[in-house]
């Protein structure tokens, strides 16, 4: 039990879930460390959202409006974290939502799925039972892409992966998406559009925003969308790190 007065409350809570998403057999063992590598990124941006990390979420709730076919891809650290919350944001943009693992086992992507459906989701891909397409060039068994969410996609949100399927993804034609507390990471650097935050502010934010945009004009928001650049604003959110 934490108490609630305790001044790193909120943090130890996410540890918590982690652990308990550990224990329950979902999360891959290595997913703690990458935990606590996400954790010492969120510490030096002041575990807040930036206003990069605003732009950057803004052009995102753009995109996924106006994508034809947007796939929400989802990893043990982020089922984890905000499960409710994917399948709100699924649901709003009519989006699928794709189990993609990278430590991929039977039983936790049965896991995953059963948690996905608990929280509301009425139909997930890349399960076991889904028919599955294997991406060229990727050695991991993250290479699994559904034959009707990623594989036909022209925009995936992929968070929480540092790794070559954004770059491979996206050499096939497809827009990437990512949440990345390490702005330095491979996917941060390669994505088209890269938030610098931690998941579980950005999803209820991208929630909201998209609630936002989804009455608005679709030329003003090509427009802003134009506006947007990733390689400037990655730049600048690598400038919020403070080291003193
Ligand atoms: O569930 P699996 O089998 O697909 O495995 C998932 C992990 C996360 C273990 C796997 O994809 C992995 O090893 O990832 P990496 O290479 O450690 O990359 C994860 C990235 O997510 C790192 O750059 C972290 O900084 C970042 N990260 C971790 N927690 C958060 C985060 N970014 C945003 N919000 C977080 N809460």
Known sequence: ?????????????????????????????????????????DYLIG????????????????????????????????????????????KLLDA????????RTEKRVDLIEEILKKSGANEVYGTNSDKLEYIDNIESPRATASLNATYSSDLILVPLEDGDRAEILKE???????????????????????????IVRVIPLLIERVKFYKSKDKEDMIKELERFNNKENLKKSLSCIKLS
């Open 1 to 41: 039990m934490i108490p609630k007065n305790h001044p790193r409350y909120k943090s130890l809570l996410l540890r918590e879930k982690i652990r308990n998403a550990y224990e329950s057999g979902f999360l891959a063992d290595t997913g703690m460390i990458a935990h606590g590598r996400g954790e010492a990124f």
């Open 47 to 90: 575990e807040k959202t930036t206003k990069y990390s605003k732009i950057a979420i803004d052009a995102s709730a753009i995109s996924l409006i106006l994508a034809k076919n947007p796939v929400l891809s989802v990893n043990g650290n982020t089922i984890a974290l905000v499960p409710n919350e994917i399948v709100e944001l699924s």
């Open 96 to 103: 699928k939502i794709e189990i993609n693992l990278f430590y």
């Open 172 to 198: 096939s034609g497809k827009k990437i998406i990512t949440i990345d507390l390490n702005p330095l990471s491979r996917t941060a650097k390669k994505a088209d559009i890269t938030i610098v935050d931690n």
